[in-house]
């Protein structure tokens, strides 16, 4: 492999495996492609990602990491839940576009500790999105994406530890938090039980 291929393949040391539908990313990523009449070599080059990883990805062989779609939903101009949209059913009646059921949550498992990600909002393009973050005993939000705009969340049980910069809040069941998401941030669950919280974020541009 070549100097330039090596510096194309994500990095594995922060790579987080994505337990969803390796086929629906496939064919998102396809069809998120082709309405850009892009290459799967031009993709790949504006995304510094290798083809063979695109090709893998859309045939539905790999399982990518949330780095690679990181870079892959950059390159496409696109926010990084538009990978787990399920193409629409034609067959069933239209669902109301403000209504996300319970059933057709787009969910993700990242990480060694398995963290889970539920998106709650109806439309993953709009600037306001919410989702449930599930995390194990031991879990945390590693390689976590800043950018402009705005997080915060609400425990709804168990206890979890935020860090915002250089600071530290042990949250239990009922309390809230908020702050810029630019700031780099984490957030652990140093507990024997299962803890859960209510993210929300006010996106301001197309990082998540």
């Keep these: ?9 994500p990095d594995t040391a922060d790579a987080l495996p994505v337990d969803g539908d390796t086929r629906i990313i496939g064919e998102r990523l396809r069809a998120l492609r082709n309405e850009q009449n892009l290459t799967i070599n031009e993709l790949a080059s504006k995304a510094k990602v290798s083809a063979g990883i695109v090709s893998q990805i859309e045939r539905g062989g790999s ?49 060694e500790t398995r963290l889970v990600k539920e998106l709650l909002s109806p439309r993953p393009d709009e600037n306001l999105r919410f989702m449930f973050v599930t995390l194990p005993p031991g879990g945390v939000s590693e390689d976590v994406l800043v950018g402009t705009g705005q997080k915060g969340g609400y425990v709804i049980s168990g206890e979890v530890s935020l860090k915002v910069g250089s600071q530290t809040a042990l949250l239990g069941e009922g309390d809230s938090f908020q702050f810029p998401s630019d700031i780099p941030h984490e957030i652990v669950n140093r507990s024997d039980s299962e803890a859960k919280v209510l993210w929300i974020m006010s996106v301001l541009d197309t990082h998540l």
């Excluded at 492999?1 to 393949?9: F, L, R, V, Y």
């Excluded at 390159?75 to 193409?87: I, K, R, S, T």
């Design 1 to 9: 492999m070549s100097a330039k291929e090596k510096s194309m393949e």
């Design 63 to 111: 399982n990518p990491s949330v780095k690679t779609l990181q870079r892959l939903r950059a390159a496409l101009g696109v926010n990084l839940w538009e990978f787990l949209q399920p193409p629409p059913d034609t067959t069933a009646t239209p669902e109301l576009n403000f209504v996300r059921r319970a059933a057709e949550r787009p969910r993700i498992l990242v990480g």
